[in-house]
Nanobody, 123 residues
Framework: VQLQASGGGLVQAGGSLSLSCAASGRTFSEYTVGWFRQAPGKEREFVALISWSGLSIAYGDSVKGRFTIARDNAKKTVTLRMNNLKPEDTAVYYC?????????????????WGQGTLVTVSS
């Protein structure tokens, strides 16, 4: 599956952004989709995931309670709503797809990746 992330930008601390991951391919509904982020000089970090059915959802500890992930299989999109953004949320955000079972927070378990979208949160 091919993925394209969009929606990044510059926002002040406390603000909100919505990221979108658009997929192409006939089997999108079979994939778990995850969001990861990578800040300069840091390792790629798990942000959130949603299973193909939407029944399994997980968040990284640093974003829990502020970010919400959702998917629309008919539109082949996954969105990440980010509220109460903090400067430490600044990173390039990637969406990725996995057919692995069970769902995983590990980047190595994801086969297909989008190109990334930059989120910058100013203080």
């Amino acid at each position: 599956v091919q993925l394209q992330a969009s929606g990044g930008g510059l926002v002040q601390a406390g603000g909100s952004l919505s990221l979108s991951c658009a997929a192409s391919g006939r089997t999108f509904s079979e994939y778990t989709v995850g969001w990861f982020r990578q800040a300069p000089g840091k390792e790629r970090e798990f942000v959130a995931l949603i299973s193909w059915s939407g029944l399994s959802i997980a968040y990284g500890d640093s974003v829990k309670g502020r970010f919400t992930i959702a998917r629309d299989n008919a539109k082949k999109t996954v969105t990440l709503r980010m509220n109460n953004l903090k400067p430490e949320d600044t990173a390039v955000y990637y969406c990725a797809a996995s057919t692995g079972v069970p769902v995983s927070r590990k980047p190595d378990e994801y086969d297909d990746w989008g190109q990334g979208t930059l989120v910058t949160v100013s203080s």
